[in-house]
């Protein structure tokens, strides 16, 4: 059985770290994630999603020291469901994406490169941000948006 979730979005807050007394820690935060399609005017329209995502140990140091707000990240892991009771002894769920592995994207505007995109999609190619001395070799992540679902060109 699989249990996987992709997900390719923009940091909405600071990770918020808790640190443990046996020395482990847990960062949490929430990524937004963005669909665009054609209304039936025919005109753009956005829809936002936003997810929870938990990291543990390591991956949560990486975070606290690398993302922020506004980081656009490419996030891998699972999906979890907890049950757990408020203030009020009302039981509510959550609904977690429980990383095992991120990696900070800078969209390709910042590195100069030049990619046009058609004028009436508001699509936008991303390149993983890697120190690299050969950046020919670094794997390209491009999202398109259209009518038609796009082939996906994802590094996995």
Do not use: C
């Amino acid at each position: 059985m699989i249990n996987k979730v992709v997900l390719i979005g923009n940091l909405g807050r600071d990770p918020e770290v808790r640190h443990f007394e046996n020395g482990s820690m847990v960062a949490k935060f929430s990524l937004a994630t963005n669909e665009n399609y054609r209304d039936k005017a025919g005109e753009w329209q956005t829809n936002t999603e936003w997810h929870d995502i938990v990291a543990w140990r390591s991956l949560a140091e990486r975070a606290e020291k690398t993302l922020k707000k506004g980081s656009l990240v490419y996030v891998e892991g699972k999906l979890t469901h907890r049950k757990y009771q408020d203030k009020d002894g009302n039981d509510r769920y959550i609904t977690e994406v429980v990383a095992n592995t991120f990696r900070l994207l800078e969209k390709r505007e910042s590195l100069g490169s030049n990619f046009p995109q058609p004028d009436d999609a508001p699509g936008t190619s991303y390149q993983i941000a890697e120190k690299s001395e050969a950046p020919s070799t670094t794997p390209v992540v491009q999202t398109q948006q259209g009518d038609e679902q796009a082939e996906d060109d994802l590094p996995f």
